[in-house]
């Protein structure tokens, strides 16, 4: 844009936007408009591949629905007022429930105070955000790093694990078959999808795959690197894999793969961005196991599902290496004050409702109910499992499972596909939702398999 470019009608249009912002409630009119301008937008200027996979939109992309504003823990509503039981969660970042008003007061009262820092000066939430992670983690997990993320999380994981393991040789990293740890180029290569990976290949070299949940495998291919004098820096899994279809491992996996660290002087990653703060039963998954990480990623419900969070918690030894250069690795916006205190208050929402074991408890519940209403369609649905609130159904192929999250959305519950495993569709609602929500959902899906075609 040069610089005689008249700004009357970018003015006239943000003073529309923003008063827009400002109103309670929308008439039809402009809850019209702004559909147009969304769909417009996105075709123009965003992307218009959304238009073509958002299950939301209309064949042809003329007409969408457009998210608007929350409504109550589980809930939200378009912009035409619908409202939909949110079975997606934000890809898991409402498990306080959407809005939750500590949440939102703790990061309006930091806003009017000071929304940002001067970068220079020692801030107190950072400090204090990290103590409590070090108390909240298990085992001796102690520094914290904050991100943006989970790709952050996860990136600023394998940095620490580089900077730590390259003084001792090792520069091997191990990833899972399925796993999803992003898609900025570091986290990319410990993904797994070839469709993800291939258009940015080379990655970081020295990074190899393994079948999840294969114990033996793993073990082998440690092994085989270290005859070559291909050392194993460090192992990098999700307890649990989201994307991947809500794949769990056996019961033991992670144990062993633990003790498998040990043995080869191995660090442990898990990335419980998605798995962590409650979402499967317990404040972080690997707790179901008995299993601590020497590097532990978190982001996703981190922020309350109010601001973008992450963090990035270590053992002293390891994060030690960045002891003599802290500005080894570094972001301007991670641990700004609105982001810990969203984290600050999060983590007091989820003690305070015993929102994990309220997790444990209903994913119980919703878990066996799907189970019972799969039942009579084999021919399209293969498997049910999960664990708290992380559940996938998986069914018999992509389009019926595109079909089965489409019928759902259409009847008001919101669900998605899983970006490495399409088949299987996500039910990860906020850990707010209630038995009666529940129930609502499996009826629901009852009615739209009952009305699929194979």
């Known amino acids: 844009m040069s610089s005689s470019t008249d700004y009357r009608e970018i003015q006239e249009y943000t003073a529309k936007v923003l008063e827009i912002i400002e109103r309670k409630e929308v008439t039809p009119e402009i809850g019209a408009w702004i559909t147009r301008q969304t769909v417009d937008g996105f075709r123009e200027h965003v992307n218009p591949g959304f238009l073509e996979y958002r299950k939301s939109v209309t064949k042809g992309g003329q007409y969408a629905a457009v998210e608007w504003k929350d409504s109550g823990p589980s809930c939200f509503t378009d912009i035409g007022g619908k409202e939909y039981i949110d079975c997606l969660g934000g890809f898991g970042i409402y498990n306080v429930g959407h809005s939750h008003p500590k949440v939102l007061r703790a990061v309006k009262a930091q806003m009017e105070r000071q929304p940002l820092h001067s970068q220079d000066l020692l801030d107190p939430l950072r400090a204090i955000l990290a103590k409590i992670l070090a108390d909240l983690t298990p085992g001796d997990l102690k520094y914290s790093f904050f991100t943006n993320s989970g790709t952050e999380s996860v990136e600023a994981g394998l940095k620490l694990a580089k900077a730590y393991q390259n003084r001792r040789g090792k ?151 960045l002891f003599e250069n802290p500005f080894l690795h570094t972001t301007t916006f991670g641990g700004n004050p609105l982001a810990c205190a969203a984290a600050i208050a999060t983590i007091n929402v989820l003690i305070e409702e015993k929102l994990p074991e309220r997790a444990l408890e209903t994913g119980a519940y919703l878990l066996a109910n799907l189970k019972e209403v799969v039942k009579p369609y084999p021919d399209k649905v293969l498997e049910v499992r999960g664990k708290g609130l992380l559940i996938g159904v998986e069914f018999v192929d992509d389009q019926i499972g595109y079909d089965a999250s489409k019928g759902l959305f259409d009847n008001g519950v919101l669900v998605a596909g899983t970006l490495i495993n399409a088949k299987t569709i996500r039910i990860e609602p906020p850990l707010t939702i209630t038995r009666e929500q529940c129930d609502r959902v499996c009826e629901t899906l009852a009615k739209v398999l009952a009305n699929l075609t194979v």
């Open 171 to 321: 520069q091997t990293f191990i990833a899972a078959t399925r796993a999803f740890h992003g898609k900025s180029l570091g986290s990319l290569s410990g993904t797994a999808k070839g469709a993800f990976r291939k258009p940015f290949m080379p990655f970081i070299p020295n990074f190899r795959h393994v079948m999840f949940g294969d114990i033996d495998m793993m073990y082998k291919t440690m092994q085989a690197c270290a005859m070559t004098g291909d050392d194993v820096a460090a192992v990098l899994v999700e307890p649990i894999q989201g994307e991947g279809g809500v794949i769990l491992p056996p019961d033991n996996y992670l144990a062993e793969l633990r003790d498998l660290c040990n043995r080869f002087g191995a660090l442990l990653i898990l990335d419980e961005v998605q798995t962590g703060m409650g979402r499967t039963g317990k404040m972080f998954c690997c707790e179901h196991y008995g299993v601590v990480p020497d590097i532990l990623c978190l982001a996703k419900a981190f922020g309350g599902g109010v601001m973008p969070a992450g963090a990035t918690i270590a053992t002293e030894e390891v994060f030690s290496c």
